[in-house]
C-alpha cells in the first residue's frame, strides 16, 4: 500500500461532527426572504394568464417578465427556461415564484396564485415519444455477417426504473443583489456551472456574479445541473429585491418529484454466438430524458459506450436514443447512464451461459477484454484489466463458486437462497474530449508567508473528502505536514476555474494538476515569501483521440474495474429478502485515503442495492412521482444489508496522482445485476430482467416455480 | 435572545452562544407562531441552560430549535419523522424533533448536538468517528451522533446487530453505515465506564 492511501483526520470532520458547519439552510438573516414556486400541475398545457393573488408589502412575485437576461438555464444545450412563458412540459413545471419574509405566508400565496391553462395531450412514456432529443449510432466489424453465420441468436429486453439521488439535505439555494454585485450560494456540485447559468439568466456580467458552495449535504449527482436552475431563478428574484437574501430550502416532497433523478431505460439486446462465444451484440438504449434535455446527451454518451460491458466482442452495432416525454428531467445520479446498460449486458451474458449450459462467471471471464484489447468505441485498454485477481479475491470472500453450486442442487422449504457476480468498469473522468474541448481545468496553489499552503479549485466535498484528498496530494508532493495545506469551500471570487464536481474527474484530474502545481511550488519555495503557482490542463499524449461523430477512439484515459458478489436469501412465505452479503474487489488506482475510499466504495454499493430492490418510484396519471417522502421511497438503512464487505486492488494509473483513478461512481454501477442474479437462482427463475425487483414480485416468481416443482 | 444582523457564520455561532449563555432566554416568533392561535410560554433546559420560549404550542420543535434559537446543528431532512437528521435526547430519551410539538417540551431536558458536544462522551465519539473517516457529507452526523448517545447509555456494550437495530432510525445515504457502526462499537469499548 502506498503511504499516501494511510488514513488521516478528514479536513472537516470537526464542524461536521459537531453540528457548526454551515448547510444553506442554516445561514441566518434578520431580513431573509423565502421563496416558493408556482409549478404546473398539468404535464403539457398552455399558459393562458397567471392571476397573482394580492400580495402584501414586502412580497412580490417572480416570473419570465423578471429575467432580464435570457430566460435559458445552460446545462449542455439551451432548451430549459428560467420560467416557462407559455407552455409548460410537465408536472412541477415553474411558471412564477412568490417571495416575501414569512415562509407560511409565501406558501400561502404561492398557492393561491391562480394560472389558467388549456390542457395538450402529453406524452408519458417514451414507447409512445414523438421527440428524439438525442439518437446515437456506433460500432464496428460486420454484424450481418455474425448474425447470419451465428450458431445461436439471442435477443432479451430490459428496462430500469427511476431512481432518485435522496441526498440527505435536500437542494436549497440563496441569492443577494448588492452594489451590482450578485452573489448566490447554496448546497451545489459545480460552481462555475451556476456561474455561468446566473450570467446567462440575468444579464450581469460574469465578473458582477459570485457563487459560493456551501457544506453541501450529499450531491451524487442530484447537485450537478438542478443548482443551476435554482440559481438562476433565485438569481433573478435577488435582483428585483436589492439588499435583502431570498433562500429556496426544498422541502423532501417537492425535492424528490421536481429534481432531476436517474433516467428509466429500456434496452434492447441481440448477440450472436459461435462456437460458445459472443461474436456481435446489436444493442438499442432507450432512455427517458423528460421535458427537457439538461444532461441526457452526456449520460446517454456513457451508458452506450458502456453497453457492451467488459467483454470483448468482435462485432458491435449500437443505438442509443434519449427520448422527450412531459415528465420531470432526468439527470446524473452516480454513474450516469452505465448503471442502466451495465444491467443489460450482465443480465444478458448470464442468460446466455445458462442456455449454453456453462456457469456464468466462466463465461464471462472468457470474454472480458484484457489489455491492449479494444474498446467498445475502438479505443485501447491501455492499463491492466484486473479483472481475473479481482474476480479470484471475491471467490475468495464471499465462497461464491460453492455456495453458487449449493444452492442450485437444494434449496430449503421456507427460506431459499441465491448469489450473484456481476464484473464492470467505470471510465475515469470526462466522456471523450470534453476535458481538453470544454473544460480547460485551471488550478493554483497560493503559499502565504507562514508556509501554508492554499488549494485554490472550485471542486465541492460533498461528503466526498476532496478536500482531505486534495490536501494530502499537495502536502505529499510539497513534503510539508497534511495540517499546513488548507482547501476551503470554493467561491469563485477566489479560485480558478478546475471543472464541475462530476464523472469521478475530481481527484484524478485536478488532483494530478494540483500535484504538478505542488510539484513546481516545491521547486520554487522560498521560506517567508508568498507564493503562487497556476497549473492548466494537457490531455496525456498516449491517448487515441475520441470523435463524438462516429464514437471512435479512447472514450476514456483509464477505467476503474469492479467486481461484487451478492447473496439473498428469500423468505417464501413473504417474499421477503434478506441481503446476506455483499463482497467487492474494486480498483480505483492508488486509494488517496483508504478510508475514504473504501467509505466511497461501502456508500455507493448500498445506493445500487437499493437501486436493484426497494427504491422505487411510481408515477401517477400525469407523470408524476408518487413515491416522494422517505416513506414511499424507501432507502437502505444500516439494518439492511447482512455483511457488505470492500477489499481493494490496486493498478497504478500513471497520469493520476499517485497512482489514482477515478473513484466516485464505481461502485454503484454494476450491484443491480449480481442482486437479479442471486435474485433468479434464490426464486427458480429465468429471465428477470427488471429493476427494481418488488417483494411481491418475487412471490409470483416463487409461485411458479413451485408449481413448476410440483408437476 | 439577541438578534443578529446579516447572514454570516459570526450571527449564528453568536446566536448560538447566546442561547447557551444565558440564564434565561426569551424568543418571541414571527416565524412559528401564526398571529391567530395563542402563544403560550414554555420552560425547558436547553443543553444545560434554562430557557422559556414563547410561541404556537403545536409549533415543531425542530423549527423552534432551528429557526428561533438558532441551534441549526438539528437538521432538517424530511420533517416527516423518517430520516432522523432531527434527532435529539429529550429527557435522554431519542427523538425526531419534527415529531415534537414545541408545548410538549416543558419541564424537560433537550439536549442538541451544541450541548452534546461539550461532554466527554462526546469526545469518544468524535475520535473514534475521526479514525473511521465516518463522516461523509456531514448532513445526517449530528442525529447519528445522538443516536449514538441513545444506544450506548442504553447499552454500554453493544453487539454489532445492536449498534445496526440502534440507529436504523438514522438515514445516511453516504456512508453505507459500516464507518459509522464501527465508530460507535470502537467508542463502546475505548469510553469504557463512560457509559
Ligand atoms: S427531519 Fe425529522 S425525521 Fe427527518
Ligand atoms: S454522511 Fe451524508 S448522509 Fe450520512
Known sequence: ???????????????????????????????????RFVRSPHPHARILEICYPELPEGYCSVDHRDVLGENIVHVVEDDS?????????????PVAMIIGPDPQRVKALAAATEVRY?????????????????????????????????????????????QEQAYLETQGMSARYEDG???????????????????????LPKGSVRVIQDYTGGGFGGKEAYPSFLAAQLGVAAMKVPGKDVRVVYDRREDMEFTSKRHPSRCTYRAAV??????????????????????????????????????????????????????????????FGAPQTFFAIERLMDHIAADLGQDPLDFKLAHAAKKGDPTSTSGIYHYEVPLPEMVDKVCEMSDYRAKRAAYAKEQGRRYRNGIGIALWFHGCGFTGSGERDFIKAVVGLHKHADGTVEVLACNSDIGQGIKTTFSKVVAAELGIPYDQVSYGNPDTSRVPDSGPTVASRSL????????????????????????????????????????????????????????????????????????????????????????????????????????????????????????????????????????????????EFPFGPYGAKGAGELPLVGIAPAFVEAAEQALGARGINHIPLKAEEALEYLGAAQKEAHR | MSKTQGSSHDGATAAVMSAANEAVTTATLPTTAAPSVRAVSVSFVLNGREVTWEGDPSAKLLDVLRDD???????????????????????????????????????????????????????????????????????????????????????????????????????????????????????????????
Open chain 2, 69 to 195: 434559537l438558532r441551534l441549526t446543528g438539528v437538521k432538517c431532512g424530511c420533517r416527516e419523522g423518517e430520516c432522523g437528521a432531527c434527532s435529539i435526547l429529550l429527557d435522554g430519551v431519542l427523538v425526531n424533533s419534527c415529531m415534537v410539538a414545541a408545548g410538549r417540551v416543558g419541564g424537560t431536558e433537550v439536549t442538541t448536538i451544541e450541548g452534546y458536544c461539550t461532554t466527554e462522551r462526546f469526545k469518544v465519539l468524535d475520535a473514534t468517528f475521526a479514525r473511521r473517516s465516518a463522516v461523509q457529507c456531514g448532513y445526517c452526523i449530528p442525529g447519528m451522533v445522538l443516536a449514538a448517545e441513545a444506544l450506548l447509555s442504553a447499552n454500554p456494550h453493544p453487539t454489532e446487530e445492536e449498534v445496526r437495530t440502534g440507529i436504523s432510525g438514522n438515514l445516511c445515504r453516504c456512508t453505507g453505515y459500516n464507518a459509522i457502526v464501527d465508530a460507535i462499537l470502537d467508542a463502546s469499548k475505548e469510553g469504557e465506564g463512560l457509559w
Open chain 1, 274 to 335: 459461435k462456437d460458445g462465444r459472443v461474436t456481435a451484440l446489436e444493442i438499442d438504449v432507450r432512455f427517458n430524458s423528460g421535458a427537457f434535455t439538461t444532461l441526457s446527451p452526456v449520460v446517454l454518451q456513457r451508458g452506450i459506450i458502456a453497453a457492451p460491458g467488459v467483454y470483448h466482442v468482435p462485432s458491435l452495432k449500437v443505438r442509443g436514443r434519449g427520448l422527450r416525454t412531459h415528465t420531470v428531467p432526468t439527470g446524473a445520479y452516480r454513474g
Open chain 1, 1 to 35: 500500500m502506498h503511504p499516501i492511501s494511510q488514513p488521516v483526520v478528514k479536513k472537516d470532520h470537526t464542524e461536521k461532527m459537531a453540528g457548526s458547519a454551515e448547510y444553506v439552510g442554516d445561514f441566518y438573516s434578520t431580513d431573509m426572504l423565502h421563496a
Open chain 1, 181 to 203: 454585485l450578485l452573489t448566490v450560494h447554496g448546497s451545489l456540485q459545480c460552481p462555475y456551472y451556476v456561474h455561468g447559468a446566473i450570467a446567462k439568466a440575468t444579464g
Open chain 1, 508 to 651: 484524478m484530474t485536478v488532483g494530478e494538476l494540483l500535484r504538478r502545481a505542488a510539484a513546481r511550488l516545491r521547486e520554487e519555495w522560498v521560506d517567508g515569501q508568498e507564493q503562487s503557482v497556476e497549473e492548466h490542463y494537457h490531455e496525456p499524449d498516449f491517448m487515441l483521440p475520441f470523435s463524438l461523430e462516429d464514437f471512435s477512439g479512447d472514450a476514456y484515459p483509464t477505467y476503474a474495474w469492479g467486481v461484487s458478489a451478492i447473496e439473498l436469501r428469500y423468505d417464501s412465505l413473504t417474499g421477503a429478502n434478506d441481503i446476506v452479503g455483499c463482497w467487492s474487489s474494486f480498483d480505483v488506482g492508488t486509494p488517496i485515503d483508504l478510508a475514504i475510499v473504501t467509505g466511497q466504495m461501502e456508500g455507493g454499493v448500498l445506493q445500487g442495492l437499493g437501486y436493484s430492490s426497494m427504491e422505487q418510484m411510481a408515477t401517477d396519471a400525469n407523470g408524476r412521482i408518487r413515491n416522494n417522502s422517505y416513506s414511499d421511497y424507501i432507502i437502505p438503512t444500516s439494518a439492511d444489508v447482512g455483511e457488505l464487505a470492500v477489499s481493494m486492488h490496486v493498478v
Open chain 1, 118 to 162: 388549456e390542457v395538450l395531450s402529453a406524452i408519458l412514456d417514451i414507447d409512445d415519444s414523438d421527440t428524439v432529443f438525442f439518437d446515437y449510432h456506433y460500432g464496428r466489424g460486420d454484424c450481418e455477417d455474425a448474425f447470419s453465420e451465428a450458431d445461436k441468436v439471442y435477443e432479451e429486453q430490459f428496462s430500469t426504473g427511476y
Open chain 1, 81 to 93: 427556461p428560467v420560467f416557462e412563458v407559455d407552455e409548460v412540459f410537465y408536472v412541477g413545471d
